[in-house]
T-cell receptor, first 112, second 116 residues
Framework: GENVEQHPSTLSVQEGDSAVIKCTYS??????FPWYKQELGKGPQLIID???NVGEKKDQRIAVTLNKTAKHFSLHITETQPEDSAVYFC???????????WGAGTKLIIKP | EAGVTQFPSHSVIEKGQTVTLRCDPI?????LYWYRRVMGKEIKFLLH????????ESGMPNNRFLAERTGGTYSTLKVQPAELEDSGVYFC??????????????FGEGSRLTVL
């Protein structure tokens, strides 16, 4: 079946450094890839998304890259800050029912 | 504008009991979704309402789960009888447009269910 693998499960970086979270999807027909951030005690919130006709998208300190050939997409956060600490989820839109298929999440810890 | 609200935030029940989770979507959002996340694993799709109709319930695990959205406003998800493997966090999300699955989802804080 369709699935999305996300790595790492936990990522600890020094404040000010960059963080990269990677996801691999199985459905080659997927064409929409959002990233959600879940802060403690809150629900997931969309932070950035990318469609399959674009290779990269940036929004201030965050960027997402997509490699359709390899079926990989990644989230890049530069100049990390304490408020970046959260669980990040990647997802891919499935082609069978157009619902999102989610990764298992990455807990990002920003060390002061 | 109020966000998506879910109730209860945490429920602890014994195996075999019944639990009903409630979700109030953002006002005006026709699309309502239920998801579940088991500890440390991926968020899994359960079902999708458009107004009061079940658009897609392919993710519902079995017939112990019943979702309703009478009147197209709030939704309830009932688990009866609950089993140990039903433990997890149940998220509700809503969106204004379906957009073929490309639209932003607005999530509630989740209802944590613990079945003992």
């Amino acid at each position: 079946g369709e699935n999305v693998e996300q790595h790492p499960s936990t990522l600890s970086v020094q404040e000010g450094d960059s963080a990269v979270i990677k996801c691999t999807y199985s459905d080659s027909a997927s064409n929409y890839f959002p990233w959600y951030k879940q802060e403690l005690g809150k629900g997931p919130q969309l932070i950035i998304d990318i469609r399959s006709n674009v290779g990269e998208k940036k929004d201030q300190r965050i960027a997402v890259t997509l490699n359709k050939t390899a079926k990989h997409f990644s989230l890049h956060i530069t100049e990390t800050q304490p408020e970046d600490s959260a669980v990040y989820f990647c997802a891919a839109k499935g082609s069978s029912n157009y619902q999102l298929i989610w990764g298992a999440g990455t807990k990002l810890i920003i060390k002061p | 504008e109020a966000g998506v609200t879910q109730f209860p935030s945490h429920s602890v029940i014994e195996k075999g009991q019944t639990v009903t989770l409630r979700c109030d979507p953002i006002s005006g959002h026709d699309n309502l979704y239920w998801y579940r996340r088991v500890m440390g694993k991926e968020i899994k799709f359960l079902l999708h309402f458009v107004k009061e109709s079940k658009q897609d319930e392919s993710g519902m695990p079995n017939n112990r789960f019943l979702a309703e959205r009478t009147g197209g406003t709030y939704s309830t998800l009932k688990v009866q009888p609950a089993e140990l493997e039903d433990s997890g966090v149940y998220f509700c999300a809503s969106s204004q447009d379906w957009s073929g699955g490309n639209g932003e989802l607005f999530f509630g804080e989740g209802s944590r269910l613990t079945v003992l």
